[in-house]
């Protein structure tokens, strides 16, 4: 866990030294008295985001908060995972979508919210979705969730800085016209940048929950056949359902834009076609060498989540 808080803290430095960059440049340059004031202005959209976040993610998956009594092996194995983790007990939440899958939010460990969706529980067995919630209350664990927040909000920083210098032309009235452009489509550059920094810190949390899944006693199969599921599961649904929950997948246990994709690619594991990942199917595939084209790792450079493929790879290495 200290190797991921120090890769995430890492990341979140550079990107800072960027946006710090990013202001020193365009403040010099184009001695905008008002520029602060709009720097201001977006720090405090991080802030409001940290302060809405949770209710945004709510509204978006209709979240509804439950009681033991209501799903009562469902908040067993949140109460029991956390215990594991020695975290305090998150708010278990349903979401009554098809698609399945789950998440974690919240702005800290001690407002941990993990919810699961309604496709989930019907796809999964008990020891899957032990092991999917095992996954999410690592990411509160890890305090990633919060991490993830604060850094996404960046390229939406300098994505707004280069609508403003390109569309709005703030030196054009005072003749920097040509400076004004070359900011703007700087800002953009730094826009393109940051995200695929942002998308990988979310790629590397992903590897550490699953580990963390683990190490809370789940095995390694169980979450691999839950990935293998969703993966399936996703794909059998239509573009509208996968729309539906588009602006949370990072959230997500998998992209389920990907899954039409990585079905391709899964479907060399289950030989048995038992509809699960065994423990000798894992073991094959630790000592294979897992190949992927171009394409394949340019998807996932632009992914939030890892090559399923690789992921499942990584999952086979771990030991509880």
């Not at 190797?3 to 990107?15: F, G, S």
């Not at 649904?237 to 992209?255: I, P, Q, S, T, V």
Request: with cysteine.
């Amino acid at each position: 866990m200290l190797l991921l808080q120090m890769r995430m803290w890492l990341l979140m430095a550079v990107l800072f030294a960027v946006v710090y960059a990013v202001v020193v440049v365009i403040g010099t340059s184009m001695g905008l008295e008002d520029f602060y004031f709009y720097l201001f202005v977006s720090f405090m959209l991080m802030f409001v985001q940290y302060l809405i976040g949770p209710k945004m993610v709510e509204w978006s998956m209709r979240v509804r908060y439950v009681q033991r009594e209501e799903y009562p092996g469902l908040y067993e194995m949140v109460a029991d995972q956390a215990r594991r983790a020695d975290i305090p007990l998150p708010r278990v939440c349903v979401s009554p979508v098809p698609l399945p899958n789950a998440f974690a939010f919240g702005r800290g460990l001690g407002d941990g919210r993990v919810c699961v969706t309604e496709g989930i529980m019907r796809l999964l067995s008990e020891e899957e979705l032990k092991a999917v919630i095992g996954h999410e209350v690592s990411h509160l664990k890890n305090r990633d969730v919060l991490t993830i927040t604060l850094l996404s909000v960046i390229p939406m920083i300098m994505y707004r800085l280069a609508w403003h210098f390109l569309f709005y032309g703030g030196g054009r009235r005072s003749g920097r016209g040509a400076n004004t452009a070359l900011i703007g489509l700087a800002a953009f550059f730094f826009y393109f940048i940051t995200n695929l920094l942002v998308l990988y810190a979310s790629r590397i949390r992903e590897y550490f929950a699953d580990r963390g899944s683990v190490q809370l006693g789940n095995r390694p199969e169980a979450l691999a056949t839950a990935l293998y599921k969703l993966v399936y599961g996703s794909a059998r649904l239509g573009k509208e359902a996968l729309r539906e929950a588009e602006g949370l997948k990072a959230f997500f246990l998998n992209d389920p834009s990907r899954a039409m994709n990585e079905i391709r690619e899964l479907s060399q594991l289950d030989m048995d076609k038992s509809g699960t990942i065994d423990p000798e199917e894992l073991v094959l595939l630790r000592n294979r060498k897992v190949q992927l084209s171009f394409g394949d790792h340019l998807m996932e450079a632009l992914s939030t989540h890892p090559n399923m493929l690789k992921r499942i790879q990584h999952l086979s290495s771990i030991r509880g």
